[in-house]
C-alpha cells in the first residue's frame, strides 16, 4: 500500500527557517517525480515545488524561488523541503504528492496527510 | 501561468441530485485536466485524471468531460460521502495551478 508520511512542521518566526521531510513506503519511491503542494489555513491548493526521480529536474514556483530547496534521498526513500526566509505567507498545510505521468495525462495520485507550517512572531 | 477558473464556488444539493462544476483554463491544456476531492482535515484524493479516466477506487457515479479549456466533473446521484470541496487541477504545463475549489454542501 502506497503512504507518505510528511513531518517537520511547527511553528518558526518569520526570516526563520524550517525542513519538512515526507517518508515513503508502499513503492518503488525511486521511479516517481514527487511534488510538494501546500494550502494555507481555510485556502485553495497551491504547488509548490516538484522534483524528477534522479533530481535532474526541480521546479519552483515563483512565490517560493530562491527561499525553498527541494531534494530527495532515494536510498532513504524520502523527500525534503527546505525552507529558509519564512513569511507569514507561507504558514499552511504542506503536502507531498505522487505524481504519475503518461503521455496524455499526468496526475498527483498519491497525497500524505500533511504538515502544518506556522510563521509567526 | 495558466488560470484556471471554477464554478460555482459552492453549491447546495440533495442526495440523489445530478451535480455538474466545471473548470475554464486560461489557455489550452489539451486533456490534462485533473480532479480531486477533500474533506475536512484530509489530504485531497485524485478521482479524475486526463480529463476524463476515472482512479481506481473511485465509484462510478463520478465521471470528467472536456478537452482543451473547458472541463466538467459530473456527480450523477450525490451520496452523503460526496459532500466535499472539488478542486480541479491543470497538469499541462509547470507551474501546476489549481482551482479555487467548490464546496458541495447538503441542501
Known amino acids: 500500500e502506497v503512504h507518505m508520511v510528511e513531518s517537520g512542521g511547527g511553528l518558526v518566526k518569520p526570516g526563520g527557517s524550517l525542513r519538512l521531510s515526507c517518508e515513503a513506503s508502499?513503492?518503488?519511491?525511486?521511479?516517481?517525480?514527487m511534488n510538494w503542494v501546500r494550502q494555507a489555513p481555510g485556502k485553495g491548493l497551491e504547488w509548490v515545488s516538484s522534483?524528477?526521480?534522479?533530481?535532474?529536474?526541480?521546479y519552483y514556483a515563483d512565490s517560493v524561488k530562491g527561499r525553498f530547496t527541494v531534494s530527495r534521498d532515494n536510498a532513504k526513500n524520502s523527500l525534503y523541503l527546505q525552507m529558509s526566509t519564512l513569511r507569514a505567507e507561507d504558514t499552511a498545510i504542506y503536502y507531498c504528492?505522487?505524481?504519475?505521468?503518461?503521455?496524455?495525462?499526468?496526475?498527483?495520485?498519491?497525497w500524505g496527510q500533511g504538515t502544518l507550517v506556522t510563521v509567526s512572531s | 501561468d495558466i488560470q484556471m477558473t471554477q464554478s460555482p464556488s459552492s453549491l447546495s444539493a440533495s442526495i440523489g441530485d445530478r451535480v455538474t462544476i466545471t473548470c475554464r483554463a486560461s489557455?489550452?491544456?489539451?486533456?490534462?485536466l485533473n480532479w480531486y476531492q477533500q474533506k475536512p482535515g484530509k489530504a485531497p484524493k485524485l478521482l479524475i485524471y486526463?480529463?476524463?479516466s476515472l482512479q481506481s477506487g473511485v465509484p462510478s457515479r463520478f465521471s470528467g468531460s472536456g478537452s482543451g479549456t473547458d472541463f466538467t466533473l459530473t456527480i450523477s446521484s450525490l451520496q452523503l460521502e460526496d459532500f466535499a470541496t472539488y478542486y480541479c487541477?491543470?497538469?499541462?504545463?509547470?507551474?501546476?495551478?489549481f482551482g479555487q475549489g467548490t464546496k458541495l454542501e447538503i441542501k
Open positions: 504528492a505522487r505524481e504519475v505521468y503518461s503521455g496524455t495525462y499526468r496526475d498527483f495520485d498519491y
Open positions: 508502499g513503492f518503488t519511491f525511486s521511479s516517481f517525480m
Open positions: 522534483i524528477s526521480s534522479s533530481s535532474e529536474y526541480i
Open positions: 489557455q489550452t491544456i489539451n486533456t490534462y
Open positions: 486526463g480529463a476524463l
Open positions: 487541477h491543470q497538469s499541462f504545463s509547470i507551474p501546476d495551478t
